[in-house]
């Protein structure tokens, strides 16, 4: 059996636009994402990651209690933000590992049908994502309570191994490519 993505209905000739699209995209979320100093402090020493994974009331709270007005205010443009670069990174990880199971495995193999899996995975990390930010969301506009830090938490974890395992796939791939 072979599985299928709905990329692989981008014809050729665009497949290298929409990369470089959505590379673009990618490295302007990064930079929008990791750029808020002011939300760094000894309770957040990683920023909003450090909310993200607080997975408790009082973590969260001290997180929070921790950011001035204006941090505060970045936070929530953060996650305006995010629910854009969400759609960006899931699209160019899943991309990525379509384009690889094509040019790495013959169609239906394990591997194929692996890969392809991992692509829609992407998506379903790009949910966990959006989910994540709604619990982060609520925890800023003050409803620092059970269970919106343990839902934060319980999506971030797998939203990164997701993530993670793609861009490993895919860096993987091409190292494998560009030594063949």
Not at 154 to 170: E, S, T
Request: hydrophobic share 50%; net charge negative.
């Amino acid at each position: 059996m072979q599985l299928w993505h709905p990329l692989h209905l981008i014809p050729s000739g665009l497949t290298d636009w929409l990369v470089l699209g959505l590379l673009v995209a990618l490295t302007l979320g990064l930079a929008s994402k990791t750029n808020h100093p002011s939300l760094t402090t000894e309770q957040a020493p990683c920023g909003i990651l450090s909310l993200e994974l607080a997975g408790n009331e009082e973590k969260a709270s001290a997180i929070i209690a921790s950011w001035e007005k204006g941090a505060l205010n970045e936070a929530l443009s953060s996650l305006y933000w995010d629910n854009f670069f969400l759609l960006a990174y899931s699209t160019a990880i899943a991309l990525g590992c379509v384009m690889a199971a094509d040019r790495l495995h013959a169609p239906g193999t394990l591997e194929y049908n692996l890969a392809i899996l991992l692509a829609w995975a992407q998506w379903l990390a790009a949910l966990l994502d959006r989910t994540e930010n709604f619990a982060l969301e609520k925890m800023l506009r003050g409803a620092v309570k059970s269970p919106w830090p343990q839902i934060a938490r319980w999506c971030a974890i797998p939203k990164f191994i997701i993530v993670v395992a793609g861009l490993g796939y895919v860096a993987q791939s091409l190292s494998s490519s560009l030594l063949s």
